[in-house]
């Protein structure tokens, strides 16, 4: 049981961690969007794109439509207009010929790839307008925060 300090505290952390993280995202989605429209993808293309690229195995389009919130036929158009621009691939499922798995093409996992630059670049433009001292301060904290985490491992110690 936390008591009333421990709580603020930890209300103050989590809106600041909100705001710190809002702030990444913001540069994030602009940079994102601009991409999207370099490529001429529409926003639920996108989505698609998205799933289906980081997806370890193809999917079915039906599971696409249900993770995306999307209806079947919806779902099934924003892959065609992917196939068209030779994002994703559509296959024949050996076990049921009833269903088309989608996968991303090279293409397609190269713009999925470039959303983690873009989360790279937008943390490198905040973390180049902070002060070295609050840079630092913020490196470390980080790392002491991390380290409590029981899925974190230092990447600099593998």
Wanted: with cysteine; aromatic share 2%.
């Amino acid at each position: 049981m936390t008591d009333a300090a421990t709580t603020s505290r930890i209300d103050a952390l989590v809106a600041r961690l909100e705001e710190f993280l809002g702030t990444l995202r913001t540069v994030v989605d602009n940079d994102a969007l601009d991409r999207i429209a370099d490529v001429g993808l529409h926003f639920s293309e996108a989505r698609v794109l998205l799933l289906v690229g980081e997806s370890p195995k193809p999917l079915p389009i039906g599971q696409i439509a249900e993770r995306l919130d999307l209806s079947v036929a919806a779902a099934g158009r924003n892959v065609d207009h992917l196939v068209r621009k030779g994002l994703v691939r559509r296959v024949e499922c050996a076990e049921d010929r009833r269903v088309r798995l989608v996968s991303a093409t090279a293409e397609g996992l190269g713009h999925v790839t470039g959303k983690r630059d873009i989360w790279r670049g937008a943390m490198r433009t905040v973390a180049e307008r902070l002060p070295a001292d609050v840079a630092a301060d913020l490196e470390s904290a980080l790392g002491a925060a991390l380290s409590h985490h029981p899925t974190y491992h230092r990447k600099d110690t593998e």
